[in-house]
């Protein structure tokens, strides 16, 4: 079964760090483009973070650079977002998108909380 399952988030202080893990089962991400997206309540999904697939490349929202890293782990299957100097703006749940070719698939989302 094809699938990506995101995990790692939960409840922070701001400026505080998270770091969330997106596993690929049922395919091999080396050929996938991967990125980040995030959903706050009332407001359209926006993309965060991508990274091409030999990680030679990525790209951030303005909002987040400087505080987050994206990476891969081909090896693992996994990509990662490091999220660092978290702002209760930062709150939403995220997901991860995989794209090659024809093939686009989606996470079922991680919920990321930033709050005192």
């Known amino acids: 079964q094809v699938q990506l399952v995101e995990s790692g988030g939960g409840l922070v202080q701001p400026g505080g760090s998270l770091r969330l893990s997106c596993v690929a089962s049922g395919f091999t991400l080396d050929y996938y483009a991967v990125g980040w997206f995030r959903q706050a309540p009332g407001k359209e999904r926006e993309g965060v973070s991508c990274?091409?697939?030999?990680?030679?490349?990525?790209v951030y929202a303005d909002s987040v650079k400087g505080r987050f890293t994206i990476s891969r782990d081909n090896a693992k299957n996994t990509v990662y977002l490091q999220m660092n100097s978290l702002k209760p703006e930062d709150t939403a749940v995220y997901y991860c998108?995989?794209?090659?070719?024809?093939?686009?698939?989606w996470g079922q989302g991680t919920q990321v909380t930033v709050s005192s």
């Open positions: 998108n995989a794209r090659y070719n024809n093939n686009n698939y």
């Open positions: 990274i091409t697939s030999s990680g030679g490349s990525t």
